[in-house]
């Protein structure tokens, strides 16, 4: 309800309020409140860094390899800036200039892609890139734990890298919305292999191969391999036997198949899809 006017008042007078200010947010993150601190540096006006770069002649190659891909060359953005990525450890502001040159597009066209996804990287990675789930299940189920901890390990922030970027060892943290495995929460990724049902003990022991040179094996999935050996398959290059020795391997778990293994023991089915559908007639366009 609203308080009565005091008497004598006059509406066309401002009155003043005694309204508590807030304190300013915090610069520096907050023990407990893993999400806290400095701001995320994609929220921001988007800067790429100028490294100096020039592609020699192995990546023209590839990017004309993926460009042949497509009849259209500018759908072979996307894995052109993995490509770059895979060279520079993120996409750079050469790299937006390669793109934009080998495609025939504006340096502007290039970068409101490269700033719409979070893939791509706009400060050089480490030789591994761990991400942690933050996202609601695996964060109840101790995902913000191990992103406080990981990060309080390092002595960096969200996307920063502890070591030389690139160099043997280097490691770069992420918090990350969902890494679609809810089934085996709490999640981490390194170079986007899946590492799962973590505690903060095993990511602790995860980092800490990582930093000594060695590459444990993912819960499922290809070998691990480093960030920018990725983003060079992430862009669809790859070489020799490398392909089907990667995908020959087990992706599927019991907890991912346990509804269809429930299903298939109590015969349970979806119905039949019907021998044709009659699709509604168009609505009219609005006068």
Same mark, same amino acid.
């Given at each position: 309800?609203?308080?009565?006017?005091? @008497?004598?008042?006059?509406?066309?007078?401002?009155?003043?309020?005694?309204?508590?200010? %807030?304190? &300013?947010?915090?610069?520096?993150?907050?023990?407990?409140?893993?999400?806290?601190?400095?701001?995320?540096?994609?929220?921001?006006?988007?800067?790429?860094?100028?490294?100096?770069?020039?592609?020699?002649?192995? @990546?023209?190659?590839?990017? !004309?390899?993926?460009?042949?891909? +497509?009849? %259209? /060359?500018?759908?072979?953005?996307?894995?052109?800036?993995?490509?770059?990525?895979?060279?520079?450890?993120?996409?750079?502001? #050469?790299?937006? $200039?390669?793109?934009?040159?080998?495609?025939?597009? @504006?340096?502007?066209?290039?970068?409101?892609?490269?700033?719409? +996804?979070?893939? +791509?990287?706009?400060?050089?990675?480490?030789?591994?890139?761990?991400?942690?789930?933050?996202?609601?299940?695996?964060?109840?189920?101790?995902? #913000?734990?191990?992103?406080?901890?990981?990060? =309080?390990?390092?002595?960096? !922030? #969200?996307?920063? @890298?502890?070591?030389?970027?690139?160099?043997?060892?280097?490691?770069?943290?992420?918090?990350? $919305?969902?890494?679609?495995?809810?089934?085996?929460?709490?999640?981490?990724?390194?170079?986007?292999?899946?590492?799962?049902?973590?505690?903060?003990? /095993?990511? !602790?022991?995860?980092?800490? $191969?990582?930093?000594?040179?060695?590459?444990?094996?993912?819960?499922?999935?290809?070998?691990?391999?480093?960030?920018?050996?990725?983003?060079? $398959?992430?862009?669809?290059?790859?070489?020799?036997?490398?392909?089907?020795?990667?995908?020959?391997?087990?992706?599927?778990?019991?907890?991912?198949?346990?509804?269809?293994?429930?299903?298939?023991?109590?015969?349970?089915?979806?119905? =039949?899809?019907?021998? /044709?559908? %009659?699709?509604?007639?168009?609505?009219? &366009?609005?006068?």
């Amino acid at each position: 309800m609203n308080s009565p006017a005091p @008497t004598g008042w006059d509406a066309t007078e401002p009155i003043e309020l005694d309204v508590p200010q %807030q304190a &300013p947010p915090q610069a520096e993150p907050i023990p407990g409140e893993p999400l806290q601190g400095k701001h995320n540096p994609r929220i921001s006006t988007p800067k790429f860094l100028r490294l100096g770069t020039v592609y020699d002649e192995l @990546t023209r190659q590839r990017a !004309a390899q993926l460009i042949a891909k +497509y009849p %259209q /060359s500018r759908s072979a953005l996307l894995p052109l800036l993995h490509l770059v990525q895979s060279v520079d450890g993120c996409v750079s502001a #050469d790299g937006i $200039e390669f793109c934009a040159e080998q495609l025939g597009l @504006t340096a502007a066209e290039v970068e409101a892609v490269a700033t719409f +996804y979070t893939m +791509y990287k706009r400060t050089p990675c480490g030789e591994h890139l761990v991400s942690v789930c933050t996202n609601t299940l695996c964060a109840a189920l101790g995902g #913000d734990a191990i992103y406080t901890s990981l990060r =309080a390990k390092l002595g960096v !922030a #969200d996307q920063e @890298t502890a070591g030389t970027p690139g160099e043997p060892g280097s490691v770069t943290i992420e918090s990350a $919305e969902c890494l679609a495995a809810c089934d085996h929460a709490p999640v981490v990724t390194v170079n986007y292999e899946f590492y799962d049902r973590q505690t903060v003990e /095993s990511a !602790a022991e995860l980092v800490d $191969e990582l930093q000594a040179g060695r590459r444990p094996a993912p819960t499922r999935g290809a070998a691990l391999s480093s960030f920018k050996q990725t983003e060079l $398959e992430l862009a669809g290059i790859f070489t020799g036997e490398q392909l089907s020795a990667e995908v020959a391997v087990p992706t599927a778990s019991e907890q991912t198949l346990r509804g269809n293994t429930y299903a298939g023991e109590h015969a349970q089915v979806a119905p =039949a899809m019907p021998d /044709s559908y %009659q699709m509604p007639d168009k609505p009219e &366009p609005k006068s």
